[in-house]
């Protein structure tokens, strides 16, 4: 099986982060599955109140644009799936 990221980016004018939201162990499948659940129900910034969320796929479904409407304000965030192409160290012990 392959390993798996799903990072989320975001921010305001000329800053931008990047953070990882989870990593995982799964087929391409189940990865792409996991992708479209995050970007559905994570929240990037804690005390959001989140109004209304619209969740856009970008291209094959690796990557989705989030436009979130929150109570004091507006959040758009990308979502992206990223997998492992070569590591230095032994395989970390993800969660099952």
Not at 29 to 53: D, F, I, K, S, W
Request: charged fraction near 25%; charge should be positive; aromatic fraction near 14%.
């Amino acid at each position: 099986m392959a390993r798996w990221v799903v990072v989320v980016q975001f921010g305001n004018g000329d800053y931008y982060k990047v953070e990882e939201v989870t990593r995982f162990e799964s087929t391409p499948e189940q990865a792409r599955a996991t992708l479209y659940e995050v970007a559905c129900t994570h929240r990037h910034r804690a005390g959001l109140r989140q109004q209304r969320r619209e969740v856009f796929r970008v291209g094959d479904g690796d990557a989705y644009y989030v436009h979130i409407d929150g109570m004091m304000s507006t959040h758009r965030v990308f979502y992206r799936l990223a997998e492992l192409a070569w590591s230095t160290g032994p395989a970390p012990a993800y969660p099952q």
